[in-house]
């Protein structure tokens, strides 16, 4: 059933949108102005990824094969096919509102209003194929039609399921995160390339640790830690509050001393290794709480970030940083410390790739940030994994952090308790009800 987890996933991203909405209505409702490139960006998402994709995956494979299987499912199928046809033109209207209220034609409050209703009607749409359509559809369908099904749902040569079509909702999306305004998104003026260069695939084992124990005084926080990362993969580490998962990475970076174990990192011990040393080597790490450097500017921050690098390079990365996160550019020589929670966010993680990282250690990076921003968060990592970047994610969001990563660890009191890939994590009961709620 994995185009149930696809459509689900997809219902996230749309749910963050219309919330995304709602936020803005009420900002311009209390006299906030109606910005057509933000409100163009929204539109064009939805056009192309609600009307033009995810609507068209249901209604030409697991819609068909409902229906063939129940005769429940028509008064269900229907009316949601029916909202499938009148998208477009729902959201042209919107357009022509969204023309006339920058030109001068329409008050704001008829704009605002059309906006709160067509959010509603995503949010009523979405609620029925969670709870109506897609619960028939465990019900009555075989695993013949969940063959076909999945198989259409995860080819990567279509245009309209593909590797290449979700890079370009990333982007998408990731430009409505930038030109939101900074209660919610990024504020930026433009919106920045998310995702150049082409996917590595994994490879040889690039860190391994081996019984790996950390004190805080009497206090055993790490237990006997085994794990690895292989080169070019994604791994995610969840577990409750408490768990270990910060305690483990700043042992990684050596600013938590271990008392037992082994790590090895691109071949060497490192277990004796400074801290200044490890980053040398190329293990960079986006702390918990951003903790960037308040009174210093971004662009010290960032220069901060290389100053293990070699001094010719660092204008270079900063305008790939930048390029990514417009924002800090535009805000460059202002301090660290006014930036929104979602700014310093990017700060953080941009300030971490200006050591040019072999191994990108995220700590809870979605913590604390707006839906719109949480989605962009995980938007970023997957850039950056279609990039070829090894990437340790460490995160309360287990089924954001998970349904990305190539493998995953359950931490619970300092032990590794379970391990398989995302999906297989995902698909655990254990882990279903103790991390995911269901």
């Not at 909202?83 to 969204?98: C, F, T």
């Not at 210093?296 to 930048?322: C, H």
Request: charged share 25%; net charge negative.
């Amino acid at each position: 059933m994995e185009a149930l987890r696809i459509i689900t996933e997809e219902h996230q991203n749309l749910w963050r949108i219309a919330i995304t909405l709602d936020q803005v209505a009420d900002d311009v409702d209390a006299g906030g102005k109606v910005d057509p490139a933000f409100f163009g960006s929204i539109f064009d998402y939805i056009e192309q990824f609600m009307d033009g994709c995810h609507h068209a995956k249901e209604d030409s494979y697991l819609f068909p094969a409902l229906r063939q299987r129940s005769a429940e499912a028509a008064a269900v199928l229907d009316r949601l096919q029916a909202e499938h046809r009148n998208g477009p033109q729902v959201l042209a209207d919107l357009r022509a509102k969204l023309a006339s209220t920058a030109a001068g034609g329409d008050g704001n409050a008829a704009f605002t209003e059309a906006l709160r209703i067509y959010t509603q009607s995503i949010k009523a749409h979405i609620r029925t194929e969670e709870k109506d359509a897609m619960p028939l559809a465990r019900e009555v369908l075989t695993a013949d039609d969940w063959a076909g099904i999945d198989r259409a749902f995860l080819d990567n040569n279509d245009p309209l399921f593909g590797d290449q079509a979700a890079a370009e909702f990333r982007q998408l999306f990731h430009r409505i995160a930038s030109l939101a305004p900074e209660s919610i998104g990024l504020g930026a003026h433009s919106a920045g390339e998310l995702e150049p260069g082409v996917r590595k695939g994994p490879g040889e084992v690039l860190l391994k640790v081996e019984g790996l124990e950390s004190c805080y005084g009497r206090i055993k926080a790490l237990k006997g830690m085994d794990l690895e990362v292989r080169r070019g993969e994604t791994v995610a580490l969840v577990g409750a509050n408490g768990a270990g998962k910060t305690t483990f990475l700043r042992t990684l970076s050596g600013v938590q001393p271990m008392s037992a174990g082994r790590i090895t990192f691109d071949g060497e011990d490192i277990s004796a290794v400074r801290s200044d040393q490890r980053v040398r080597r190329g293990i960079c790490q986006s702390p918990e709480g951003r903790q960037v450097f308040g009174p210093l500017s971004i662009e010290d921050n960032l220069r901060l970030g290389a100053y293990t690098q070699p001094k010719g390079q660092v204008e270079e990365d900063m305008e790939k940083v930048f390029s990514m996160f417009p924002i800090l550019k535009e805000k460059r020589a202002l301090p660290a410390g006014t930036l929104s929670g979602g700014q310093q966010q990017m700060l953080a993680i941009g300030r971490a790739l200006m050591g040019r990282p072999k191994l990108l250690l995220l700590d809870e990076p979605s913590m604390g940030l707006a839906p719109l921003l949480v989605q962009e968060v995980f938007n970023v990592v997957k850039a950056l994994k279609a990039q070829g970047m090894t990437i340790l994610l460490v995160e309360q969001n287990a089924f954001a952090a998970l349904a990305i990563a190539d493998r995953g660890y359950v931490l619970e009191t300092g032990s590794v308790t379970l391990t398989g890939t995302g999906q297989e994590l995902i698909s655990n009961e254990q882990v279903r009800a103790a991390y995911l709620g269901m």
